[in-house]
C-alpha cells in the first residue's frame, strides 16, 4: 500500500496554464507539505497544513494556492504557468509536527513549455 | 540562508568500501535528519538524531551529530550498488511547527 501518493506523476503543459497536483496519505498523519526541488536539487518547503490547517507559507508566489479538504489530503493549484515553474514537486507528511520524520510521495515532474 | 550544506557534494566509491558525508549547519537544531533520494524518486528517511543525542547506528548506517561544531557525519559502511543516490540532511530548529530545512545533499556513486 503507497502511503503517500501523488497524481501525476508527470505533467507537461504550456506557459499561462492551470495546472494541479494531487497528494493523498494514508498514515493517518496530521501533517503534510508540499516541496519543490529544482534542477539542483536543492529542496525547499513550499506549504504546510496540520489538520487542515495552513501553518506554514513560504514566499511562493500566490499563483500556488494549497487546499486541504481533509488531512489526508492536500492539493496544489498553480494558475499562469511560467516556465520558472518548471521543477519535481513532492508532498510528505509527519505525523504531527514538521519535526518528526517525513514522509514523501514519489514526486510530480512538471514542464512548462 | 540555508541551514544545512553537505560535503563533499558528489563522491564515488567502490562496492565494499565505506563511504563519509558531512552536514553543517548554522544555528541550533531541535534534529538533525537524513534522507536518501533514489534517482527519479521521493526521499527516504533514514535516521532522526536529537540535539542530546551523539550518535546513533541503523544497520550499516552510522550518524554523529557534534553539536559543539554544528555538524553531523553519515557513515555508510561495506557500500553496495544500491546504495548509489543522493542523501540530504536536513535539520529543524527548537519550538512548535519549525519547518525541516534540507541541505544540498551528497550524490553518493558506489561501482560494482
Known amino acids: 500500500d503507497t502511503a503517500v501518493s501523488q497524481t501525476p506523476k508527470y505533467l507537461v503543459t504550456q506557459m499561462g496554464n492551470d495546472k494541479s497536483i494531487k497528494c493523498e496519505q494514508n498514515l493517518g498523519h496530521d501533517t503534510m507539505y508540499w516541496y519543490k526541488q529544482d534542477s539542483k536539487k536543492f529542496l525547499k518547503i513550499m506549504f504546510s497544513?496540520?489538520?487542515?490547517?495552513?501553518?506554514i507559507n513560504e514566499t511562493v508566489p500566490n499563483r500556488f494556492s494549497p487546499k486541504s479538504p481533509d488531512k489526508a489530503h492536500l492539493n496544489l493549484h498553480i494558475n499562469s504557468l511560467e516556465l520558472g515553474d518548471s521543477a519535481v514537486y513532492f508532498c510528505?507528511?509527519?505525523?504531527?509536527?514538521?519535526?518528526?520524520?517525513?514522509?514523501f510521495g514519489p514526486g510530480t515532474r512538471l514542464l512548462v513549455l | 540562508s540555508q541551514q544545512g550544506e553537505e560535503d563533499p557534494q558528489a563522491l564515488s566509491i567502490q562496492e565494499g568500501e565505506n563511504a563519509t558525508m558531512n552536514c553543517s549547519y548554522k544555528?541550533?537544531?531541535?534534529?538533525l535528519q537524513w534522507y536518501r533520494q533514489n534517482s527519479g524518486r521521493g526521499l527516504v528517511h533514514l535516521i532522526l538524531?536529537?540535539?542530546?543525542?551523539r550518535e546513533k547506528h541503523s544497520g550499516r548506517l552510522r550518524v554523529t551529530l557534534d553539536t559543539s561544531k554544528k555538524s553531523s557525519s553519515l557513515l555508510i559502511t561495506a557500500s553496495r550498488a544500491a546504495d548509489t543516490a543522493s542523501y540530504f540532511c536536513?535539520?529543524?530548529?527548537?519550538?512548535?511547527?519549525?519547518?525541516?530545512?534540507f541541505g544540498t545533499g551528497t550524490r553518493l556513486l558506489v561501482s560494482p
Open positions: 538524531i536529537r540535539s542530546n543525542e
Open positions: 497544513y496540520n489538520n487542515k490547517e495552513l501553518i
Open positions: 510528505a507528511s509527519s505525523y504531527r509536527t514538521l519535526q518528526e520524520t517525513q514522509y
Open positions: 536536513a535539520t529543524s530548529l527548537f519550538g512548535g511547527f519549525q519547518k525541516l530545512v
Open positions: 544555528t541550533s537544531i531541535n534534529n
